[in-house]
């Protein structure tokens, strides 16, 4: 890779950083001991359909930061880092799902959702292990706190990824090079 092309890499990482905090803060749904749906997706899987996982792993560790110094909830040094720079970053695992612009449009929309579920399966693992080890309290009385973590995270997790997917669907088809790596 070029200097011209790092930079550009890094301002994209720095501008999509930027819109992914400012998408966090418009909440569309909101659980009552923390996690919520909004937007925050759509601008790391950009940069990871576009510039690849290290880009991507880049803009999501930097988005999980700002968040966290921004008003996250921490209990723990280390709940804080599962819940917010690594579940982000895992954000960044779409990137293995690169969408090319010369390939077809089925294919890109594979791509697409199979990046989005991969990246969220692992953004759900982050949050169900710290769910597990520092929210098992609010398990309710008999139920299995790994069952109570899987099932409380997936309730906002599974909408943000399909709205998510969504979002990139229609920014595939209306401005791709939004997206797509260009040749």
């Known amino acids: 890779m070029n200097s011209s ?7 994209e990482v720095a501008i999509m950083t930027a819109v ?10 909101e659980m009552p001991n923390g996690g919520s749906i909004t937007l925050v997706m759509i601008p790391i899987a950009a940069v990871s359909f ?18 966290l110094i921004t008003g996250g909830y921490v209990v723990h040094p280390v709940q804080a880092a ?19 612009e010369h ?3 089925k294919w890109k929309a594979s791509l697409a959702g199979f990046g ?17 080890v520092f929210f098992k309290q609010y ?7 790994y069952l109570y973590s899987l099932l409380y995270n997936v ?14 669907l229609l920014i595939l088809y209306s401005a791709p090079q939004l997206i797509t790596r260009q040749s």
Do not use: N, W
């Open 5 to 11: 092309t790092r930079l550009v890499t890094m301002l």
């Open 20 to 29: 992914a905090a400012v998408l966090d803060k418009l909440t569309l749904f």
């Open 50 to 67: 576009r510039r690849g996982v290290k880009a991507g792993l880049s803009c999501g560790l930097l988005t999980g930061l700002l968040l």
């Open 82 to 100: 599962l819940d917010y720079p690594i579940a982000f970053a895992a954000l960044g695992l779409a990137g293995l799902f690169r969408i090319r």
């Open 103 to 105: 390939y077809a449009r």
């Open 116 to 132: 989005l579920l991969f990246a969220g399966a692992f953004r759900l693992l982050s949050h169900f292990i710290s769910g597990v």
């Open 139 to 145: 398990a309710p009385a008999g139920q299995s706190v």
């Open 155 to 168: 309730t906002y997790l599974l909408p943000e990824v399909i709205i998510s997917f969504v979002a990139v």
